[in-house]
């Protein structure tokens, strides 16, 4: 099912600028993310920096889960980005239209 949406729409590969190193050592720092969890901070700060809608994971742990989505929107406003992320499963936009 999500395979297909791959297909269906284009995809843009996103770069690790100087932006997204801060806003992932701030997650650290702050400790809204473990420091052995450097790629979920990243992979957080890339959707934040480039003002994703969602971040979509299986990672309920440090990413899809709503006391995670507060924490990380919280450090994200506090450094300036006001537009809210959402961390989601793949199982909420399977039916998406």
Known sequence: MLLHLTTQYRYEELE???AVLQLTNQ????????VTAEIDATH???ATVYEL??????NLKH???LNK????????LA?????????ITPLEVVNHD
């Open 44 to 46: 957080a700060a890339v």
């Open 27 to 34: 997650y650290l720092a702050h400790g809204t993310l473990p």
């Open 63 to 65: 990413l899809a889960n």
């Open 79 to 87: 450094c300036g980005y006001t537009k809210k992320l959402e961390l």
């Open 16 to 18: 690790i600028n100087q």
């Open 69 to 76: 989505m507060t924490k990380l929107n919280a450090v994200n």
């Open 53 to 58: 809608d969602a971040l979509i994971s299986w």
